[in-house]
């Protein structure tokens, strides 16, 4: 079973603030993405990443993929209360062909 | 906007009990899955199906799970006997293909007393 671990577990910052989540695997996944989810709700894709040190920029969040796909980064610019919430990588590749893992989740809580 | 519905939205069920959820997935999205998800941790996928053939079940608890697709487009699981373990949110996703984009429904909070 290819595991993702995501760190840090909690996040809980000011307005204005920036911060980085990160998602970590010993396996090469041809894919990774990153969701966020809200209570109560199913998780949302925000990005896939498919290519060895990809970048992707999506407003104030900036999404990139390891060189050797096993790590991905979610950098969060100017942290805004409604980026409040659980927020998930989950790979898909290699022995896990099809499947998507994810990782446990880091929950951001932004404070105004 | 296609969505990925589910029902009941909540469910609260006694121990010992049976209690089955329903998924309609988005409109020619051949793949299905079911993902249990703990309060506060990452979704676990319990089945995967390709149109109405089951391609994962590694993790789905069989003796008490079930799920199915018979025609390839909606989903049942099931849980019978329900145990207390069993409280949490039961999402379901379907992509047009395995594995592109999953979308998910907005999930079945079960609780178990």
């Known amino acids: 079973t290819q595991l993702l671990e995501q760190s840090p577990q909690f996040l809980s910052i000011q307005e204005g603030e920036n911060l980085t989540v990160y998602c970590n695997s010993s396996?090469?996944?041809?894919?990774l993405q990153w969701y966020r989810q809200e209570p109560g709700e199913g998780p949302v894709l925000l990005v896939t990443?498919?290519?060895?040190?990809e970048v992707k920029k999506l407003k104030r969040l900036t999404f990139q993929f390891g060189d050797a796909r096993k790590d991905s980064s979610l950098h969060i610019t100017a942290a805004q209360p409604g980026d409040t919430g659980l927020y998930l990588c989950?790979?898909?590749?290699?022995?896990?062909?099809?499947?998507?893992?994810f990782g446990q989740g880091t929950i951001l809580t932004v404070h105004p | 906007e296609a969505e990925v519905a589910q029902s009941p939205r909540y469910k609260i069920t006694e121990k010992s009990q049976a209690v089955a959820f329903w998924c309609d997935p988005i409109?020619?999205?051949?793949?299905l899955y079911w993902y249990r998800q703990i309060l506060g941790q990452g979704p676990e996928l319990l089945v995967q199906?390709?149109?109405?053939?089951?391609?994962?079940d590694s993790q789905l608890p069989k003796d008490r799970f079930s799920a199915e697709r018979l025609k390839g487009v909606d989903s049942t699981l099931k849980i019978q006997p329900a145990e207390l373990g069993d409280s949490a949110m039961y999402l379901c996703?379907?992509?047009?293909?395995?594995?592109?984009?999953?979308?998910f429904g907005q999930g079945t909070r079960l609780t178990v007393v």
């Open positions: 996703a379907s992509s047009p293909y395995p594995l592109t984009e999953a979308f």
């Open positions: 396996s090469v996944f041809s894919s």
């Open positions: 990443v498919v290519t060895g040190g």
């Open positions: 989950a790979g898909e590749g290699g022995t896990s062909y099809g499947k998507l893992t």
């Open positions: 409109s020619g999205h051949a793949t």
């Open positions: 199906f390709q149109d109405e053939s089951v391609v994962d």
